[in-house]
């Protein structure tokens, strides 16, 4: 059973950075994209960044110029940079991964980590 296990979370104050880690209990060439999501009350699961395994990253445009996404697959994680935060970042940070097989996609989610910006 794959397991996506997220951290780095926590409270900032506006302008500040922090850095979220994806850690996989699989080589993360398995997936064919990673990917960080947020969700605040309310409202649904939305991409903040995406780690194809081929092609361009795409950003929310909310996020771009911001936020930055890469990948370590010697230690499997794939981490989200977030600097100049607003308080409009404050969710609760998702990452996903998603492999193929036979024509199906499986997705995996982690558990979630709260980000906070706020004086």
């Known amino acids: 059973q794959v397991q996506l296990v997220e951290s780095g979370g926590g409270l900032v104050q506006p302008g500040g950075s922090l850095r979220l880690s994806c850690a996989a209990s699989t080589n993360i060439f398995l997936f064919n994209v990673m990917a960080w999501y947020r969700q605040t009350p309310g409202n649904q699961r939305e991409l903040v960044a995406a780690y194809p395994r081929v092609g361009s990253r795409p950003y929310a445009d909310s996020v771009k110029g911001r936020f930055t996404i890469s990948r370590d697959t010697a230690k499997n994680t794939v981490d989200l940079q977030m600097n100049s935060l607003k308080p409009e970042d404050t969710a609760v940070y998702y990452c996903?991964?998603?492999?193929?097989?036979?024509?199906?996609?499986?997705?995996?989610w982690g558990q979630g980590t709260q980000v906070t910006v706020s004086s």
């Open positions: 996903k991964a998603e492999r193929e097989e036979d024509g199906t996609t499986y997705p995996y």
